[in-house]
Every structure is written in structure tokens, then in C-alpha cells.
């Protein structure tokens, strides 16, 4: 392996956290450094919306600098675009993408593999319940609003992403985790790209 890049997204309860820590049990023979969805080092609030985009803009620093192994990022920028559009109440893919363009400026680093791991709205609601995240996922409508957003948005990401190497979507309400994992390492496998240079393979969807 010379460098991948790969960005995790889905709805809380879509197995992203477990799934990046049995790819790295699978990737052991490799150099593989993690991104956290929060990184350690970010200044400020966790209440407050400019901590996470602040978060987004060291996690694109720190993916630009990568230059050997794999790098996984839990969460991205579409984390943020998402759940703010979805508070908003709204359900279409303009509604992230102008919020990607509105809180950043400047361009996020956006040569990476896109995975969308995908689950129901009603397993993100019941995890709201069992553990402590945003009060906003602890009402079905806005999971619901979630679960549509993203969906668009994996559906139209190279619409701002114009250097993304490739997507994949898994529907984890169907397969086990060691599916999942299986499929993540396989299709990851065969689209290693060098050093700023995109796969020229056009992205496909799985699961």
C-alpha cells in the first residue's frame, strides 16, 4: 500500500465507529492512522457549531499532510451539512451543499474514498436513547430528514467534490459486521491513489 484516504459517514447507530476499528484489526500489516470524530487538540465549545467546523478544517489539514498508509476519518464535513440542513427542515441535497460552501470558505481536502455506511432512521433514534449525543437525533422526524439527506448527498457529493476518488454505500441493516468489513477492505483495495492524483474509476455504490 502506498496512500488511501478514507472518509466514514452515516447516521448514529450505522456501525461507523466499530467498522473503522475491525478495518484496522484487518489492515494491521499496513500503517493506519485514525481520525476520531472529535480530534483532541480542537479549542472550543462542543456545544457550538464552530468547534465542529473547526474540527472538519484540522481533520482536512491532517488528511492533506497523509503520505503513506491509510487514514481514516470517523465523520467529515457532510456530518455538519447534514445535521444542520436536517434542523433546518430541510430534505433536499442543495441544502448541504450550500452549507458545505457557506461554512467553508475555502475548499476542504477532498481527494479520499467516500463510505456510506447506511442504516435506518429508527436505529439512530433508538440509539439517541442509549447514549449521549445531540438531543436533535432524540425526534424521529429529524432522523427520518437525516436518513433522506444523506442519502442525496451520497448520491450528488461529486457534484463538491471534484477530486473524490470513489464512493461506496453499505446498507448495514442487512449485513454483518464482518460483511461490512469484508466489502470495505476488498473495494479499497483496488483504488489506491497516489499522492493528489484522483482513481480515474468512476465511483459505485454496494450493499
Known amino acids: 500500500m502506498t496512500r488511501m484516504v478514507l472518509v466514514f459517514e452515516g447516521l448514529p447507530g450505522s456501525g461507523k465507529t466499530t467498522a473503522i476499528s475491525r478495518l484496522v ?4 500489516s499496513e500503517k493506519v492512522v485514525v481520525l476520531p470524530e472529535v480530534l483532541p487538540d480542537v479549542d472550543g465549545d462542543v456545544n457550538d457549531r464552530g468547534f465542529y467546523l473547526a474540527n472538519e478544517r484540522q481533520k482536512s489539514v ?4 497523509h503520505r503513506e498508509g491509510c487514514c481514516v476519518c470517523d465523520r467529515y464535513w457532510p456530518s455538519t451539512a447534514v445535521y ?11 441544502g448541504p451543499l450550500r452549507m458545505y460552501r457557506r461554512f467553508h470558505q475555502e475548499a476542504l481536502y477532498s481527494n479520499y474514498l467516500y463510505v ?5 432512521p429508527e436505529r439512530a433514534y433508538k440509539k439517541a436513547f442509549t447514549h449521549v449525543i445531540r438531543s436533535q437525533w432524540q425526534r424521529f422526524e429529524f ?4 436518513e433522506e439527506l444523506y442519502d442525496a448527498l451520497y448520491l450528488g457529493i461529486d457534484r463538491v467534490e471534484p477530486d473524490l476518488v ?11 459486521l464482518d460483511e461490512v468489513v ?3 477492505a476488498g473495494w479499497t483495495g483496488s483504488r489506491i491513489a497516489p499522492i493528489g492524483v ?3 474509476d468512476s465511483p459505485r455504490s454496494a450493499g
Open 143 to 146: 432522523c427520518q430528514r437525516a
Open 182 to 184: 469484508t466489502e470495505i
Open 62 to 65: 491532517l488528511m492533506s499532510e
Open 166 to 176: 470513489g464512493k461506496l454505500m453499505i446498507d448495514t441493516t442487512t449485513r454483518s
Open 116 to 120: 456510506y455506511l447506511r442504516t435506518s
Open 84 to 94: 444542520v440542513s436536517a434542523a433546518a427542515n430541510v430534505r433536499d441535497l442543495d
Open 198 to 200: 484522483p482513481n480515474d
Open 25 to 28: 484489526e484487518v489492515l494491521a
